[in-house]
């Protein structure tokens, strides 16, 4: 299984990941980087929820915006665009 890595700057920070991928499904994810949160456990939650998606770009736009509404999640300056973005750069080089 081998670890793939992206970065991305964003207006108010860097996010940086670093996941596994088994037949085009997100297996393992690590989120890091020097942005804020709220609430701070949502990163967390953000990582164990995306396990086993489908790494399609629209999949994992809803599946994030839905984690978003239910744990009412603000990233300021980084939007939903920005995760899925880095997500697929780190799947995708």
């Keep these: 299984m081998e670890m793939k890595k ?3 700057r964003t207006k108010k920070g860097l ?3 670093e996941l596994s991928t088994d037949n085009n499904q ?3 994810l690590k989120i890091t980087g ?3 949160i709220y609430p701070e456990e949502a990163l967390e939650i953000i990582e164990q929820e995306l396990l086993g998606i489908t790494l399609e770009k629209e999949q994992l736009e809803n ?3 839905r ?3 239910k744990l009412q999640i603000s990233t ?3 939007t939903i ?3 899925v973005t880095v997500i697929l750069k780190a799947v995708n080089l």
């Design 15 to 17: 996010i940086e990941v």
């Design 81 to 83: 665009d920005d995760w």
């Design 67 to 69: 984690i978003y509404k």
């Design 76 to 78: 300021p300056g980084i």
């Design 6 to 8: 992206a970065t991305l």
């Design 26 to 28: 997100l297996t393992t």
């Design 63 to 65: 599946k994030i915006e």
């Design 34 to 36: 020097d942005f804020f």
